[in-house]
Protein backbone atom coordinates (compact mmCIF):
# COMPACT_ATOMS: atom_id res chain seq x y z
CA UNK A 1 0.00 0.00 0.00
CA UNK A 2 1.57 3.33 -0.91
CA UNK A 3 1.89 5.28 2.08
CA UNK A 4 1.52 9.08 2.00
CA UNK A 5 3.62 11.94 4.26
CA UNK A 6 2.54 15.07 3.81
CA UNK A 7 5.31 18.32 4.90
CA UNK A 8 5.12 22.32 4.67
CA UNK A 9 2.18 23.44 7.00
CA UNK A 10 2.69 26.36 9.19
CA UNK A 11 1.61 29.77 10.40
CA UNK A 12 1.18 32.72 7.68
CA UNK A 13 -0.19 36.11 7.52
CA UNK A 14 -2.73 36.90 5.42
CA UNK A 15 -1.78 37.04 1.83
CA UNK A 16 0.74 35.10 2.23
CA UNK A 17 2.24 31.86 0.45
CA UNK A 18 3.24 27.94 1.49
CA UNK A 19 3.99 25.01 -0.52
CA UNK A 20 2.98 21.76 0.42
CA UNK A 21 4.22 18.38 -0.49
CA UNK A 22 3.28 15.05 -0.43
CA UNK A 23 5.85 12.35 -0.69
CA UNK A 24 4.93 8.71 -1.48
CA UNK A 25 6.61 5.64 -0.51
CA UNK A 26 6.18 3.88 -3.86
CA UNK A 27 6.00 4.87 -7.66
CA UNK A 28 3.15 6.92 -8.69
CA UNK A 29 3.63 7.36 -11.88
CA UNK A 30 0.94 4.23 -12.14
CA UNK A 31 -1.85 6.66 -10.13
CA UNK A 32 -4.18 8.05 -12.47
CA UNK A 33 -5.28 10.55 -9.79
CA UNK A 34 -3.70 12.22 -7.00
CA UNK A 35 -5.70 14.85 -4.64
CA UNK A 36 -5.11 17.65 -2.20
CA UNK A 37 -8.29 17.94 0.88
CA UNK A 38 -8.51 19.74 4.05
CA UNK A 39 -10.76 20.24 6.73
CA UNK A 40 -11.40 22.80 8.71
CA UNK A 41 -12.44 22.57 12.62
CA UNK A 42 -16.20 21.24 12.78
CA UNK A 43 -16.39 20.68 8.99
CA UNK A 44 -16.14 18.18 6.58
CA UNK A 45 -13.24 17.58 4.83
CA UNK A 46 -13.82 19.40 1.05
CA UNK A 47 -11.62 18.86 -2.46
CA UNK A 48 -9.30 21.28 -2.61
CA UNK A 49 -7.30 20.29 -5.71
CA UNK A 50 -6.52 17.09 -7.90
CA UNK A 51 -4.29 15.98 -10.45
CA UNK A 52 -4.57 13.20 -13.23
CA UNK A 53 -1.63 11.46 -14.09
CA UNK A 54 -2.45 13.08 -17.72
CA UNK A 55 -1.77 16.54 -16.25
CA UNK A 56 -5.35 17.52 -15.65
CA UNK A 57 -6.17 19.22 -12.91
CA UNK A 58 -9.23 20.90 -11.17
CA UNK A 59 -9.85 23.13 -8.09
CA UNK A 60 -12.61 24.04 -5.53
CA UNK A 61 -13.54 27.48 -6.80
CA UNK A 62 -12.82 28.76 -3.46
CA UNK A 63 -8.86 28.05 -4.50
CA UNK A 64 -9.22 28.78 -8.03
CA UNK A 65 -6.29 31.05 -9.16
CA UNK A 66 -4.52 31.16 -6.16
CA UNK A 67 -3.52 27.12 -5.54
CA UNK A 68 -1.72 25.09 -7.99
CA UNK A 69 -1.02 21.63 -7.98
CA UNK A 70 1.20 19.58 -9.07
CA UNK A 71 3.03 16.37 -9.51
CA UNK A 72 6.41 14.83 -10.13
CA UNK A 73 6.27 11.31 -11.01
CA UNK A 74 10.59 10.85 -11.07
CA UNK A 75 10.55 11.87 -7.45
CA UNK A 76 6.99 10.62 -6.56
CA UNK A 77 6.10 13.64 -4.97
CA UNK A 78 2.55 15.41 -5.60
CA UNK A 79 2.84 19.00 -4.23
CA UNK A 80 0.49 22.36 -3.58
CA UNK A 81 1.38 26.11 -3.94
CA UNK A 82 -0.56 28.21 -1.84
CA UNK A 83 -0.88 31.81 -3.05
CA UNK A 84 -2.57 34.85 -1.25
CA UNK A 85 -3.95 32.56 1.88
CA UNK A 86 -6.63 33.89 3.45
CA UNK A 87 -7.46 33.43 7.33
CA UNK A 88 -10.69 30.79 5.47
CA UNK A 89 -7.81 28.53 3.99
CA UNK A 90 -7.00 27.78 7.56
CA UNK A 91 -7.43 23.30 8.14
CA UNK A 92 -5.66 20.26 8.20
CA UNK A 93 -4.53 19.68 4.48
CA UNK A 94 -4.70 15.98 3.50
CA UNK A 95 -2.98 14.21 0.28
CA UNK A 96 -5.21 11.21 -1.03
CA UNK A 97 -4.58 8.54 -3.54
CA UNK A 98 -7.82 8.42 -5.63
CA UNK A 99 -7.50 5.34 -7.08
CA UNK A 100 -7.06 3.07 -3.52
CA UNK A 101 -8.56 5.70 -1.44
CA UNK A 102 -5.52 6.18 1.23
CA UNK A 103 -4.67 9.29 2.64
CA UNK A 104 -1.63 10.77 4.68
CA UNK A 105 -1.42 11.89 8.16
CA UNK A 106 -2.03 15.66 7.34
CA UNK A 107 -0.33 19.11 8.22
CA UNK A 108 -1.67 22.03 9.41
CA UNK A 109 -1.92 25.49 7.63
CA UNK A 110 -2.98 28.29 9.98
CA UNK A 111 -3.24 32.03 8.27
CA UNK A 112 -3.45 34.45 10.70
CA UNK A 113 -2.24 37.93 11.74
Known amino acids: QVQLVESGGGLVQPGGSLRLSCAAS????????MGWYRQAPGKSRELVARITSGGNTNYADSVKGRFTISRDNAKNTVALQMNSLKPEDTAVYYC???????WGQGTQVTVSS
Open 96 to 102: HNNDAGS
Open 26 to 33: VSIASINA
